[in-house]
């Protein structure tokens, strides 16, 4: 048993019961060993639930970074989408997500962030379009996660919609993009003067 196998494990516990439901006791039992045998690869739950949010993000991050030559509007909603399908790959995802630290991938995140620099984006505003976009799909994909129990169209008064999740996310990605694109066409009108 190695350290990547307790995640493997772990992360596929969490597939079948739920972040609730995870402890170090199922996953000990699941793997055939005795609890205190966890400790040796981490000190405390919150170790293990940092290692598990950072391998399931896996897919978000070894997508492709941005080329100096792509528009970064395009890129920075593929980013997000990225973001949220990740999310969305894993059970209780998004509450996995939240609150961790992406320490392991910090020089991804320089990169993303050196591109829409150099793509014209001031840097304030590039980092809270950052942190405003990723908080907003961690918590669209919470609020999809958490609908299991969603009432079906037919059970809605005719003046409540369907509620369409891609859609929604689409259409405040939309705004955020938007004013990520104003902030930045005003900074670069300021600078004209």
């Known amino acids: 048993m190695n350290r990547a196998t307790v995640v493997t494990e772990a992360l596929e516990l969490l597939d079948d019961v739920g972040l609730e439901t995870v402890s170090t006791r199922r996953l000990a039992k699941r793997l055939g ?3 205190p045998s966890l400790y040796y690869h981490f000190r ?6 940092a290692a598990m949010a950072e391998a399931a993000m896996a897919p978000h991050a070894t997508a492709a970074l941005p080329s100096p030559g792509d528009d970064w509007r395009a890129w920075f909603l ?3 989408r990225s973001f949220r399908r990740t999310l969305l790959m894993r ?9 961790s630290t992406p320490t392991g991938d910090l020089d991804r995140i320089r990169r993303k962030m050196a591109f829409l620099v150099s793509s014209g984006v001031p840097e304030r505003e590039a980092q809270m379009a950052m942190l405003a976009t990723g908080r ?3 918590g669209c994909v919470l609020e999809e996660q958490a609908d299991t129990d969603a009432p079906d169209a037919g059970d809605l008064p005719d003046d409540v919609p369907v509620l369409d999740h ?3 996310f689409e259409a405040g990605l939309a705004l955020i993009l938007g004013g990520l694109e104003q902030h930045t066409a005003g900074s670069a009108h300021r600078k004209g003067r």
């Open 33 to 35: 060993v005795e609890q």
């Open 44 to 49: 405390t739950k919150k170790d293990l639930l």
């Open 78 to 80: 593929e980013n997000s």
């Open 91 to 99: 059970r209780d995802g998004a509450r996995l997500h939240a609150g």
């Open 136 to 138: 907003y799909t961690v």
């Open 166 to 168: 891609e859609a929604a």
